[in-house]
């Protein structure tokens, strides 16, 4: 029988439970992250997979997932960011 034996499982459960509340955390923090601006505050969207700019109703722009979601006040700042406008809804 070992003495002091118990110390490495007590290391290993205390780190277990650190990684799972870190992971906890991490989840809360994404879905904090993801979160979408309302299109009643910007005009055009963009995908940042993309280099087009949308009206927000354009068939185009509600294929974008919200979290490659880009939202522009107007057409001047999406074109500055380097974002042309979409052939379809001509914004």
């Known amino acids: 029988m070992r003495i002091g034996g118990g110390e490495n499982v007590n290391r290993k459960r205390t780190l277990s439970i ?12 994404n879905q904090v992250t993801q979160t979408t601006v309302p299109a009643t505050q910007h005009n055009y969207v963009g995908s940042a997979n993309s280099d087009k700019y949308h009206k927000p109703s354009c068939r185009w722009a509600k294929n974008i997932k919200e979290n490659n979601a880009v939202w522009f006040s107007t057409k001047e700042e999406a074109e500055q960011a380097g974002y042309t406008a979409c052939k379809t809804c001509k914004p």
């Open 18 to 29: 650190v990684l799972l509340l870190l992971l906890l955390f991490m989840s809360g923090c």
